[in-house]
């Protein structure tokens, strides 16, 4: 069963860049079926896609985030991480990372647990 | 920001069945068979019921079906059960610009 950890700070200072790490168990992040991604819930607000990474290093990231994230992979820690940089009261949400089929279409199969994020000075 | 629309609660006796709708748009659910149901418990992880309209996945009870209707997705869970209490969402690829839409959930209490 797989299963997704994921670990960061909850409290963000605006500008700052936000970070999250979620490590996985139960399943290989060199696997070339699986896309490894992370969505996020602003208070209030529906789930949204922020973007994917698959083992052979191509992304793809919401066109609303493009210029301000990042996703990474490292296979020796079978874990990815979510970088965002200068951050606002806007980012302020629940973060999840998840696994998916690497087919283009279909959604998330696996999820973390949840990280809430606040930013706030 | 686009999103799908469910009841916001739906509500049964136990053992009778409930039926939760979802409804998009032809961008979605209308063109696509990549509809998901999740149940989110707090504190974890949503988990996934059902993927790609009707399909169950492995050690999801059969009480729980999907299907399609042009626009709208429906998830049914059959024999209502004390444990079937909880939020419940879909979720559908779009080819609108974000990939992906989530529906604004649905409440189910079993009376």
């Known amino acids: 069963q797989v299963q997704l950890q994921q670990s960061g700070p909850g409290l963000v200072r605006p500008s700052q860049t936000l970070s999250l790490t979620c490590s996985v168990s139960?399943?290989?992040?060199?696997?070339?079926?699986?896309?490894w991604g992370w969505f996020r819930q602003p208070p209030g607000k529906a789930l949204e896609y922020v973007g994917y990474?698959?083992?052979?290093?191509?992304?793809n990231y919401s066109p609303s985030l493009e210029s301000r994230v990042t996703i990474s992979i490292d296979t020796s820690k079978n874990e990815f991480s979510l970088r965002l940089t200068s951050v606002t009261a806007a980012d302020s949400a629940m973060y999840f990372c998840v696994k998916s089929r690497a087919d283009g279409y279909s959604l998330p199969d696996s999820w973390g647990q949840g990280t809430l994020v606040t930013v706030s000075s | 920001q686009s999103v799908l629309t469910q009841p916001a609660s739906v509500s049964g006796s136990p053992g009778q069945s409930i039926t939760i709708s979802c409804t998009g748009t032809s961008n979605d659910i209308g063109d696509y068979d990549y509809v998901s149901w999740y149940r989110h418990h707090p504190g974890k992880g949503p988990k996934v019921i059902i993927y790609?309209?009707?399909h169950r996945p492995a050690g999801v009870s059969l009480r729980f079906s999907g299907s399609k209707s042009g626009n709208t997705a429906s998830l049914t869970i059959s024999g209502l059960q004390a444990e079937d209490e909880g939020d419940y969402f879909c979720?559908?690829?779009?080819?609108?610009?974000?990939?992906?839409?989530f529906g604004t959930g649905s409440r189910v209490t079993v009376l």
């Open positions: 139960g399943a290989s992040i060199s696997s070339t079926v699986d896309f």
């Open positions: 990474i698959h083992s052979s290093g191509n992304t």
């Open positions: 979720a559908s690829f779009t080819t609108r610009n974000n990939r992906y839409v």
């Open positions: 790609e309209v009707s």
